[in-house]
Nanobody, 124 residues
Framework: QVQVVESGGGLVQAGGSLRLSCAASGGTFSVYAMGWFRQAPGKEREFVAGINWTGGSTSYADSVKGRFTISRDNAKNTVYLQMNSLNPEDAAVYYC?????????????????WGRGTQVTVSS
């Protein structure tokens, strides 16, 4: 059973930066595509960024493109989300997810394992 645990959330001022981390255990991390999703109060969970198992392919939501960067360190079984130029619209609970099948996907149903989330709050 794969477990993923997010960390790094917190309170930041608008224009600031945060780096989220997601540590995976219990499986072969290097073969999983990984994704970050977020959910704000009253809104549906949405795709933020994804990365394939090699790290050679990434995908971003239009709303974060150019501001967020996803990366992974397979030696550490960890995926990161560097978030820059944060604005209040980025405030949400951020979830890390692992996909055990081939291919990078943006749909939440395509991911098999989920963390409990980490809160990101952006003050204006």
């Amino acid at each position: 059973q794969v477990q993923v645990v997010e960390s790094g959330g917190g309170l930041v001022q608008a224009g600031g930066s945060l780096r989220l981390s997601c540590a995976a255990s219990g499986g072969t991390f290097s073969v999983y595509a990984m994704g970050w999703f977020r959910q704000a109060p009253g809104k549906e969970r949405e795709f933020v960024a994804g990365i394939n198992w090699t790290g050679g392919s990434t995908s971003y939501a239009d709303s974060v493109k150019g501001r967020f960067t996803i990366s992974r360190d397979n030696a550490k079984n960890t995926v990161y989300l560097q978030m820059n130029s944060l604005n209040p619209e980025d405030a949400a609970v951020y979830y890390c997810a692992a996909r055990s099948r081939i291919g990078l996907r943006r749909e939440s149903f395509a991911y098999d394992y989920w963390g409990r989330g980490t809160q990101v709050t952006v003050s204006s």
